[in-house]
């Protein structure tokens, strides 16, 4: 067991391809080219060796708004962009992982076979030190607004995704929580995984931390204005899923996205690292490609746990909450028996109506009557 080590967080600037054949060229050589910066020059052999570098999310694929020559982007992304994984893109990482004996997390487009070969998933992903693929979960709160260009969440194909995932890359078998929101036990603690825009839900990092989570990897792109002043949404979400749940949060952003008719710094950056009373330990507070580093002290989190001052975990009283989600609010196996083709249909799923009609939300001047 590694008690105290140095993770990465690798800012890249990415490229939104048409097709995975631009994949090395556009990104993922780039990032091959930089990646034994972190190593060599932000790493401490004897008092903090590198065990974990994180990449940003679709760090090899970016995005892409135009589904030519497709109808729609679920099927442009899952025919011409989507990966395999593990794959011959991951197998590149796995001999960083393998030189460097680190763990490596990222996130990429994937599709699942066994599932469907008609869309893909947003999938997070880490790497061992051997090389392997240990560790798969795929985005359970897609961005709606961007007209569907995010991919389909197992929650859209519900019953097949448990049927096909369950009991692989780091779940147990038979659990539903598990399954959705896995937590892997390593040598360098316990890991989950959140992408992006899933960060904005507490209850998902709040499942990873009754599994034990010790730290929480988010992979991300919070574009302008949510992550700068005065919003600073990435910040806030950040140290507060570490502060609630005592757990550190290595959250790293991505640099600029090249894809046409995007501004270049239309995300700012600000890759962090959290420690789990929720204060930032180190940060690249700037947009663009960059390298930073920081100490994990696992020993330190698992103390902090056996003290009952500020336990939140362990302090939860469970019974008065257990009804807040008996009702349903977004539709579940949205795609079961039909592919996602209207990109915004996602959006109108939404049950705003119900909320208006029940008086949750309360209708503006202008809409009431």
């Known amino acids: ?8 967080c690798m800012q890249t600037n990415r490229v939104g391809i048409d097709h995975r054949k631009d994949i090395r060229k556009a990104n993922l050589d780039r990032t091959l080219e930089i990646f034994g910066y972190g190593p060599l020059r932000l790493s401490f052999r004897e008092y903090a060796p590198l065990k974990l570098v994180v990449l940003p999310e679709v760090f090899m694929q970016g995005w892409n708004d135009n589904p030519a020559p497709y109808a729609n982007i679920f099927t442009k992304v899952a025919k011409d962009m989507a990966i395999r994984i593990p794959g011959e893109e991951t197998e590149l990482l796995a001999e960083q992982a393998r030189k460097y004996k680190t763990y490596i997390a990222g996130s990429a487009h994937e599709v699942i076979p066994e599932i469907s070969t008609e869309f893909a998933f947003n ?9 392997e693929v240990i560790y798969k979960r795929h985005k359970y709160c897609p961005y709606l607004p961007y007209s569907g260009r995010d991919d389909v969440s197992p929650h859209d194909v519900w019953d097949k995704y448990m049927e096909v995932m369950d009991g692989k890359y780091g779940r147990k078998k038979g659990d539903t929580l598990s399954c959705l929101f896995p937590v892997i036990e390593t040598d360098i603690g316990k890991l989950g995984y959140l992408i992006c825009n899933e960060a904005f839900y507490p209850e998902h990092s709040r499942a990873l931390g009754l599994q034990g989570c010790e730290v929480m990897i988010r992979s991300s792109g919070v574009a302008e204005p949510d992550g700068s002043p005065p919003q600073q949404l990435w910040e806030i979400s950040n140290r507060a899923h570490a502060a ?15 894809v046409k008719g995007n501004p270049n710094n239309s995300y700012p950056g600000h890759s962090m690292v959290v420690d789990f009373h929720g204060a930032i330990i180190q940060e690249a ?8 580093a920081a100490q994990i002290n696992i020993e330190a989190v698992r103390r902090r746990r056996t003290d009952p001052r500020q336990n939140w975990l362990t302090q939860l009283r469970t019974e008065g909450l ?3 989600y008996n009702k ?5 196996n949205m795609y079961k028996d ?4 209207d990109q915004a249909a996602r959006s109108r799923a939404q049950p705003i109506k119900r909320f208006l009609e029940e008086r949750i939300f309360i209708a503006p001047r202008g809409d009431a009557g």
């Open 285 to 292: 507070p700037y947009p663009g490609e960059t390298v930073t």
């Open 1 to 8: 067991m590694t008690d105290m080590y140095t993770v990465i």
């Open 338 to 341: 039909q592919l996602p083709t």
């Open 244 to 258: 609630f749940n005592t757990m550190y949060v290595v959250a790293c952003a991505p640099g600029n996205l090249y």
């Open 322 to 324: 257990k009804d807040m």
């Open 328 to 332: 349903p609010i977004y539709p579940i």
């Open 123 to 131: 999938s997070a992903f880490i790497i061992d030190p051997k090389g």
